[in-house]
């Protein structure tokens, strides 16, 4: 069965310094892997996507996160963080790409970026 | 992509009441949908998978009874909650499923008195 695991429930990061939340899954096929973010009282806009093509994908705000199938892994990460990247990332995996496929989440990772 | 919408955005009601959360897939013909629950603070646990023209299925330890699903069209699914006890208090959240991806509506928010 397909499971998310996200280290580290809370992030905190000065402005302008890097930005890692990790993810580790687990998966009986190549899955399908996702970074959302929320913001407070909004629903999910996707940040960015891996699905079998580069191994290093780039998403929208700065973003990109590295699949790496010997550790299992997709950390996200920004090379500098901005006060408006404060919200709430989930990471998530897909093994059935077809439509009804399901789509599991982590737990969740607050990042809080100081000034 | 598809665009999802979700009415009510926000509904409070009194304990012991009925509450119908509407999904709709305006550009897209999803014969499943999915519908999520989250809790403040808490990630999206997968509630159950809304099937076209046939019964849902639940996730473990979601109460088939208290969460009515219905998919009767290839754009729209409703869950209603039925009984809604103050520990329903959540945010619903419906998403359609395109290939890889999966389009999320923007939520209700379900407040109970």
């Known amino acids: 069965a397909q499971s998310v695991t996200q280290l580290g429930s809370h992030v905190s990061v000065s402005e302008g310094a890097l930005v890692l939340l990790r993810c580790n899954y687990s998966?009986?096929?190549?899955?399908?892997l996702f970074w959302y973010v929320q913001y407070p009282n909004q629903g999910l806009q996707l940040l960015l996507k891996?699905?079998?093509?580069?191994?290093l994908v780039k998403g929208i705000n700065g973003f990109e996160a590295e699949f790496k199938k010997s550790e299992t892994s997709f950390h996200l990460t920004k090379p500098s963080a901005h006060m408006s990247d404060a919200a709430e990332y989930f990471c998530a995996v897909k093994e059935d790409t077809s439509n009804t496929g399901k789509l599991i989440f982590g737990q969740g990772t607050t990042l809080q970026v100081k000034p | 992509g598809a665009v999802v919408s979700q009415h009510p955005s926000r509904v409070i009601c009194k304990s012991g009441t009925s509450v119908k959360i509407e999904c709709r897939s305006l550009d897209f013909q999803a014969t499943t949908m999915f519908w999520y629950r989250q809790f403040p603070k808490q990630s999206l646990m997968l509630m159950a998978t809304s099937n076209e023209g046939s019964k849902a299925t639940y996730e473990q330890g979601v109460e088939k009874d208290k969460f009515l699903i219905n998919h009767a069209s290839l754009t729209l699914s409703t869950l209603t909650v039925t009984s809604a006890h103050p520990e329903d208090s959540s945010f619903y959240i419906c998403?359609?499923?395109?290939?890889?991806?999966?389009?999320f509506g923007p939520g209700t928010r379900l407040t109970v008195l």
């Open positions: 998966s009986s096929v190549p899955p399908y």
């Open positions: 998403s359609v499923g395109l290939g890889p991806r999966q389009f």
């Open positions: 891996y699905t079998s093509a580069a191994t």
